[in-house]
């Protein structure tokens, strides 16, 4: 290796060296946000589940007492730690985005960078719809048919008496806002394969028959053992898919815009 080769690789070098302390600076800003949020939450951790409790109440009605227990003494400690931290990472995902985009920023054309921020507004408010429907459908129709498998105690037949676990019904609830959050994502994951030529809206069609399988899959991996929870996944995803088509044919359409106006030129 020559001088020349010798000073071409201490030179690049440098930018390697920038990027990693651009890297790391973004890196300690975002976990510095989800401690600062983590905080928050342990803090009002009990108002927050008594939030999430709502769809259970919603379903069991005035005439079910609203009961939830623990069987080990550390259990509800763990549950609001949890809480906490799935709290603070939907607080803090505004912070992490931002200083995701930060750091993707200078090395995108100007072009791309107004491309790139509808999305970035738009993956929070699709997750919070997906919550919004486990919260307020999804939850409390899933509960009404745990409840439905009560039975009465009688001479001939034993109680059956519905009584959740503290930990086990937060992790049923944040299974699903999690799981429907991810999956409305789907319009933002399509129209940005679209708009880098990896998909085309001819083969979303194509494919579909193949979405529908593997959606009602991926409900029944991601989702509880029960019909309500998978339909409630499974339906919404497929209309999902259908509005992502749509939204791939808008970007196939302004590309091809885009492309007679440079030719005109």
């Known amino acids: 290796m020559n001088e020349a080769d010798i000073d071409e690789v201490e030179a690049s070098k440098a930018p390697l060296i920038e990027h990693l302390i651009e890297l790391r600076s973004r890196l300690i800003k975002s976990v510095i946000a989800i401690l600062i949020a983590f905080f928050i939450c342990i803090y009002f951790a009990s108002d927050i589940f008594n939030i ?31 809480l906490a931290l799935f709290g603070a990472l939907f607080l803090a995902f505004p912070v992490i985005a931002t200083q995701v985009y930060m750091f993707v920023a200078p ?22 719809i997906g919550a919004c429907l486990v919260y307020f459908l999804v939850m409390p ?32 609830i944040m299974v699903l806002i999690f799981a429907f959050g991810l999956v409305f994502q789907l ?4 129209t940005l394969l679209a708009r880098v030529g990896l ?5 979303l069609k194509e494919k579909r028959k193949w979405a529908v399988v593997i959606t009602f ?6 989702t509880p053992p029960d019909p309500i929870s998978q339909i409630g996944l499974a339906i919404p995803t497929l209309l999902l898919y259908e509005f992502s088509i749509l939204a791939v044919k808008f970007v196939e359409r302004r590309r091809e815009e885009a492309r007679a106006e440079r030719d005109a030129d």
């Open 199 to 203: 998909i085309s809206s001819q083969t």
């Open 52 to 82: 999430l409790i709502r769809p259970y109440e919603w379903a069991a009605g005035p005439q079910h007492p609203l009961e939830l227990i623990y069987t080990a003494p550390q259990e509800y400690f763990f549950t609001q730690l949890k």
């Open 141 to 172: 129709m899933a509960m009404t048919f745990f409840l439905s498998m009560e039975q009465a105690g009688t001479a001939t037949q034993a109680a059956i008496k519905h009584l959740p676990k503290v930990s086990e019904y937060l992790g049923l």
């Open 187 to 190: 319009p933002v994951v399509l």
């Open 107 to 128: 090395g995108l054309y100007k072009n791309e960078r107004g491309a790139f921020l509808p999305y970035l507004f738009a993956t929070p408010i699709l997750f919070a």
């Open 217 to 222: 899959i991926m409900a029944a991996v991601l």
